[in-house]
């Protein structure tokens, strides 16, 4: 059976293996100069490859459209993913939170093992050559469209026929890599319905002059909770970052990806309704907090109030603190009263930003939004409206939080698509 696979990415690159693996006759068209370019910048540049967690885990942390990957996830799971890269040579470890990284911490190690897999497969690859239609007749996919010139600028036939066809270009977040949206587009004039295409996992924007005083400044161990006045709408704890735009970081993405779901997010940002509160001291309750600073206070009673802090907070974060609790930087330490260590606890336990909006898709790690799941096989990844065509990846309607999730969406859709 003849498959060709349209885009060269995660997706694109498993379904190759997959469906060559089956004994098909198989070609990947990629429209970049070379395959893989966004799988190069994950983790950044590491490969966050998948999570080590189960199959509920995967669903939980996937927080749109979750269970329509419970068949995909069972055709090919994190284990497996790990198992074909570690039989290639690219060992892999654990680290924070599950993530699965390759032990070189190269994400070229790991793109180089699955190219030489689908040479050894004998996978066609035509770089530089973009579809621009899939043939359909009789309602079944037959071939596809493309332009004329390929990866050494020789003439190729403008039309490629198939057996199948899988749809693997990607969403739209990182445009430099080759995703920009070409998919949704074959897929309308198919007749498919594309959902709302956002942004996701996207750093944040505050108007607030904090975020830019701190820019640069990196927070380990802290938590965070993003509330709608008192409703919260994503709580967690790790590392963040701050930047002259507002807020980045993993925590900060996983949170984009609730936040961009709630309803009349705009006028919510406009209104100054969505507030980020950061407790800078998540490990240490409001009493113990007060008796940690007493104790540094202790050491420091002679000293400026301004000059008291340094054993507690970052040197850039310390007047911000100040003047968040209004108390007078240059008063003595031994001068502080009880209620203004009771102001300093809580400022430290709840730092407040407004947040004012997300980053635009360009960029965003991934594209939330795609390729409708209602008219998607979730057994075989087929189009329930185009016989033989396929759908692989970001370009589905279904998008997780950070973590190696969404590499794992790719490759067990993908798989999946390919087996079929």
Same mark, same amino acid.
């Given at each position: ?7 060269? /990415? +995660? ?11 089956? @004994? ?16 190069? %910048?994950? @983790? ?6 998948? #999570? ?40 892999? $470890?654990?680290?924070? /939170?599950?993530?699965?990284? +390759? ?42 469209? %493309?332009?004329? *010139?390929?990866?050494? /600028? ?50 944040? =924007? ?17 938590? =965070? ?26 925590? %900060? ?24 509160? =950061? ?12 008796? !940690?600073?007493? !104790? ?9 109030? $301004? ?11 310390? +007047? ?5 609790? /209004? ?8 001068? %502080? ?7 300093? *606890? ?12 997300? !980053? ?8 939330? @939004? ?7 096989? +979730? ?26 999730? #969404? ?10 698509? @390919?087996?079929?």
């Amino acid at each position: 059976m003849n498959v060709i696979i349209i885009g060269g /990415g +995660p997706a694109g690159i498993i379904a190759g293996i997959s469906a060559a693996e089956c @004994g098909n006759k198989v070609t990947i068209i990629e429209k970049m100069s070379s395959c893989g370019k966004k799988l190069l %910048i994950t @983790g950044k540049g590491r490969c966050n490859i998948t #999570n080590s967690t189960d199959l509920n885990g995967f669903i939980e942390n996937t927080p749109n459209n979750g269970k329509f990957l419970y068949g995909a996830l069972n055709n090919f799971n994190n284990n497996d993913i790990v198992n074909l890269l570690e039989k290639e040579g690219v060992k892999t $470890k654990v680290e924070r /939170g599950g993530r699965i990284f +390759p032990v070189s911490d190269k994400s070229i190690d790991v793109l180089e093992a699955l190219l030489k897999i689908l040479k050894k497969l004998n996978v066609k690859i035509l770089t530089n050559t973009k579809v621009e239609k899939i043939v359909v007749k009789d309602g079944k996919a037959e071939g596809v469209k %493309i332009n004329d *010139v390929g990866a050494h /600028g020789n003439k190729i036939s403008n039309e490629l026929k198939a057996d199948k066809i899988i749809l693997a270009t990607g969403g739209k977040s990182y445009p430099v890599t080759g995703s920009t949206g070409d998919g949704y587009k074959i897929a309308k004039e198919l007749g498919h319905t594309v959902t709302k295409i956002k942004p996701s996992l996207v750093p944040l =924007i505050s108007k607030d002059s904090i975020c830019s005083k701190l820019q640069g400044l990196s927070l380990k161990n802290v938590s =965070i909770k993003l509330k709608n006045n008192d409703k919260i709408i994503y709580q967690d704890f790790g590392e963040m970052l701050f930047t002259h735009f507002g807020v980045s970081g993993p925590i %900060i993405l996983s949170a984009s990806a609730y936040l961009i779901r709630y309803k009349n997010i705009e006028e919510l940002f406009k209104n100054n309704s969505i507030k980020l509160e =950061i407790d800078l001291k998540p490990a240490l309750s409001d009493e113990k907090l007060d008796l !940690r600073i007493l !104790r540094d206070f202790e050491n420091e009673k002679n000293k400026e109030f $301004k000059n008291s802090l340094n054993k507690l907070l970052p040197q850039k974060l310390i +007047p911000i603190v100040i003047e968040k609790t /209004g108390i007078n930087p240059y008063k003595k330490v031994n001068e %502080i009263t009880k209620d203004e260590r009771a102001k300093i *606890v809580k400022v430290l336990k709840c730092l407040e930003i407004n947040i004012n909006g997300v !980053r635009p898709i360009e960029e965003a790690i991934i594209t939330s @939004g795609g390729i409708n799941i209602k008219e998607i096989n +979730p057994k075989t990844m087929e189009s329930k409206i185009v016989k033989g065509l396929y759908f692989a990846g970001e370009i589905i309607d279904v998008d997780s939080l950070t973590g190696g999730f #969404n590499l794992q969406i790719a490759w067990s859709t993908g798989y999946t698509a @390919g087996m079929n």
